[in-house]
């Protein structure tokens, strides 16, 4: 146990499955990229935003390498043929683009949590603390990161579980990196995007209170929205967690239909991500427009109010 199973129909669904997904979240995240680049306001307000998309757009790389390279294999017939542990960090071309594509965007997902909770609990720490030079130090850590993460997978396969033979070539990050390294992986990147939801029932708390307070009135539709994605967030990240954990651990088996469903929700992240952006950011929208020749913006004209700081 511990590893997949090859069924010609089942596995050719997933890598077709991947790469369609792949392609839809490339271009949302390459749309959201361009109008952020081409504006400068934009790129100063949301910068890390605009990180989270490059993230997420790496995500997306890593759904069309996963389903080209199983689908090669697949078609020459060699998927089924095992394969260590080993062989499988180091020779295949996608397990790396795996681990980047759900970690960094977990690792924005903290850094603008982090901006989330301070903006609304402490708005004077904010102010003093989030200025740009600190918002390009947490941008730098991204990366960082990467060559962090990727070192400890690699280290993760010197010994004896990267000697492991696993039965199939599908090379999941479960049959790429070590036993505790996958553990760490999957559980990390929920836990990264329960603390996203924490943050944001907080300030969705702390705006209601105050709304109350004033006016009488209920909550903030932007961020009930907001929160109830937060919370979708996480149903789409625990269930391939799940999976894939139970994999590793040989707790259970799952065919690749089972597989390739629940890990293919999420790479739904970076489109609903796209749809909330447009939804909520009327700035985004009129770049959008600017950008088609529909519309003319003033540049001289202020940005509206980012949603979780207070409105004077």
């Known amino acids: 146990m511990g590893d997949f199973k090859v069924d010609f129909g089942q596995t050719?669904?997933?890598c077709i499955l991947y790469i369609s997904i792949g392609t839809l979240s490339i271009l949302c995240s390459l749309t959201t990229i361009t109008l952020y680049l081409t504006s400068r306001e934009l790129r100063k307000k949301y910068l890390l935003y605009l990180v989270l998309d490059f993230c997420e757009l790496i995500d997306a790389v890593s759904y069309v390498l996963l389903g080209t390279g199983r689908g090669h294999l697949l078609l020459m017939g060699t998927l089924g043929t095992s394969i260590t542990v080993r062989e499988?960090?180091?020779?295949?071309?996608?397990?790396?683009?795996?681990?980047?594509?759900?970690?960094l965007p977990s690792i924005c997902t903290l850094f603008l949590s982090f901006e989330r909770i301070l903006a609304v609990v402490r708005?004077?720490?904010y102010k003093r603390t989030c200025t740009q030079n600190f918002k390009w130090v947490l941008t730098v850590m991204v990366p960082v990161w990467a060559v962090l993460?990727?070192?400890?997978?690699?280290?993760?396969?010197?010994?004896?579980?990267?000697?492991?033979?696993?039965?199939?070539?599908?090379c999941?990050?479960?049959?790429s990196t070590g036993r505790w390294y996958a553990t760490f992986h999957f559980t990390f990147v929920v836990l990264a995007?329960?603390?996203?939801?924490?943050?944001?029932?907080?300030?969705?708390?702390?705006?209601?209170?105050?709304?109350?307070?004033k006016f009488g009135g209920g909550g903030d539709d932007k961020l009930s929205m907001i929160l109830a994605m937060s919370g979708t967030?996480?149903?789409?990240?625990?269930?391939?967690?799940?999976?894939?954990?139970t994999i590793r651990w040989d707790i259970t088996e799952w065919g690749d239909i089972e597989v390739a469903v629940t890990y293919a929700m999420p790479g739904f992240l970076s489109v609903i991500n796209t749809v909330i952006a447009f939804r909520f950011r009327k700035e985004l929208r009129m770049q959008l427009?600017?950008?088609?020749?529909?519309?003319?913006?003033?540049?001289?004209?202020?940005?509206?109010?980012?949603?979780?700081?207070?409105?004077?």
């Open 149 to 170: 993460t990727l070192l400890a997978a690699g280290l993760s396969v010197i010994g004896e579980d990267g000697e492991r033979v696993v039965g199939t070539r599908h």
């Open 123 to 125: 708005p004077a720490v």
């Open 88 to 103: 499988c960090f180091f020779t295949r071309y996608w397990p790396q683009s795996l681990i980047l594509g759900t970690q």
């Open 233 to 245: 967030s996480i149903l789409l990240l625990a269930s391939p967690a799940v999976v894939m954990l």
């Open 193 to 213: 995007y329960v603390v996203s939801f924490a943050s944001t029932l907080v300030v969705w708390a702390t705006r209601r209170n105050l709304s109350k307070q």
């Open 12 to 14: 050719l669904f997933m």
């Open 289 to 312: 427009l600017h950008l088609l020749g529909l519309k003319t913006i003033n540049r001289h004209t202020n940005f509206e109010q980012s949603m979780f700081t207070k409105r004077r």
């Open 172 to 175: 999941a990050i479960i049959t």
